[in-house]
């Protein structure tokens, strides 16, 4: 295979609450999540067909949608211990940020789970609807925004790794991480019966987690560009032989029945997002945070021994990680996975003193590790990697959230 991706299966990490360790976590993944972790190569793909949303958006121009969902507060459920505790989140967002007076970029509709990972994480925030992912990066790079929301890995799916291969590709930086529990939702007009459901159109990575059970009813799947998409073309279009997965919150937005909830093959089925930033990071970690920083290693090949090195310069530091993803494409070929299919990943090399550089490396590691940047621990395990490795880019350090919020 050409492309190839594998992943340690530590985004089991991002479950487990660490700063609370007297908080007793008795909803434990389930066991097939370690194997659904180790599905790898993303399904959120996106067509470059036209936004089923009609409302203005940002798109490659950079231009500045609008989005009528303004200031208001996002609601939020931490999940910690046997209940989900319900948390208003009426002062600092999830990591502490409070997000008056900043406009975040999002990928879809209003009503996209994207939209709401963006409104816990920045409370107050602004958010602007983009056709495409590269439109919400393109809107941050360009100055449009001030930081774009990006779905990076998911319990279900493992790494989103288009999205990384965007990530990748800017001169952004990570600012704050949030995990959103994700649940979906069928959606139809009113009046309809799940029995007159002929086709089910959705976000890809929807369509994917709820597998299963579009299999069960025997419906048609139609990937569109968002899941808020997928139900204002609905009601726009008034389908009543379509049926959208959604969340229930955008059934309320757009005024559709739920005819299902739950739907999702797995029912622990949580996203990890990322806020990006222009740099220099214009967020001060709180002192009391954890902090961790994420980073790209690109190497020469022999995967595995650079990962046994990679986790010893860690490891020997007592360093713990919580991301490790390998990516190799040896041939050049076709093959699974992120918009760089077949191709060596770009990524932007802002390291040089002249005008950052788009540089092509067919092997590369993903890695999260607690600890921030300017640790001397990390810089040194930072360092040693650099012995060793073609390229070291430090894609942002910012407070560890572990919890996850729920915003059924
Ligand atoms: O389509 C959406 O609503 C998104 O925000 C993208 C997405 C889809 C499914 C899970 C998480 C994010």
Same mark, same amino acid.
């Given at each position: ?33 370690? +194997? $659904? &972790?180790?599905? *790898? #190569? @993303? ?7 036209? %936004?089923?949303? !009609? ?18 507060? +996002? $609601? &939020?459920?931490? *999940? #910690? @211990? ?7 989140? %009426?002062?600092? !967002? ?315």
């Amino acid at each position: 295979m050409a492309y190839t991706s594998s992943s340690l299966h530590l985004h089991k990490h991002l479950l487990l609450p660490k700063t609370n360790p007297s908080s007793s976590y008795s909803r434990p993944p389930p066991p097939s999540f370690v +194997a $659904a &972790a180790a599905k *790898i #190569n @993303g399904v959120n793909g996106h067509s470059s067909k036209k %936004s089923p949303n !009609g409302k203005a958006q940002i798109n490659g121009d950079g231009k500045k949608g609008v989005n009528g969902s303004g200031r208001k507060k +996002a $609601a &939020a459920q931490h *999940i #910690n @211990g046997n209940d989900r505790i319900h948390l208003s989140v %009426s002062t600092g !967002g999830a990591g502490g940020q409070d997000g008056f007076g900043l406009r975040v970029a999002f990928q879809g509709a209003p009503g996209a789970y994207s939209e709401f990972a963006a409104k816990t994480a920045l409370p107050g925030c602004d958010t602007v609807p983009c056709r495409a992912f590269a439109d919400a990066l393109a809107a941050v790079d360009g100055g449009a925004v001030d930081r774009a929301i990006l779905p990076v890995e998911s319990t279900m799916e493992g790494t989103a790794l288009r999205n990384y291969d965007l990530l990748l590709r800017h001169d952004l930086v990570v600012v704050q991480e949030i995990n959103l529990f994700v649940h979906y939702c069928l959606l139809a007009m009113p009046g309809v019966r799940a029995a007159e459901v002929r086709r089910v159109i959705s976000h890809p990575m929807a369509l994917a987690h709820c597998g299963r059970a579009l299999a069960r009813l025997g419906v048609d799947r139609e990937p569109v560009e968002d899941t808020a998409g997928a139900v204002e073309m609905l009601r726009s279009n008034r389908m009543l032989d379509t049926a959208a997965i959604a969340s229930p919150r955008a059934a309320d937005l757009y005024g559709l029945d739920v005819l299902a909830h739950g739907l999702q093959d797995e029912s622990w089925n949580v996203t990890r997002f990322l806020l990006l930033s222009k740099p220099p990071s214009p967020v001060t970690l709180p002192m009391d945070a954890d902090a961790k920083t994420s980073m790209v290693v690109a190497h020469r090949g022999g995967s595995m021994m650079v990962v046994l090195k990679v986790l010893s310069a860690f490891s020997s530091r007592n360093i713990n990680l919580t991301k490790l993803e390998v990516i190799n494409n040896n041939d050049g070929g076709g093959g699974g996975g992120g918009a760089a299919a077949g191709h060596p990943v770009m990524i932007l090399d802002t390291s040089a003193r002249g005008a950052p550089t788009l540089r092509a490396f067919p092997h590369v590691l993903y890695v999260d590790c607690e600890g921030a940047s300017h640790d001397p621990r990390v810089l040194d395990a930072i360092k040693e990697i650099e012995r060793f490795a073609v390229f070291v880019r430090v894609l942002g350090c910012y407070a560890a959230d572990s919890n996850v919020y729920d915003l059924q």
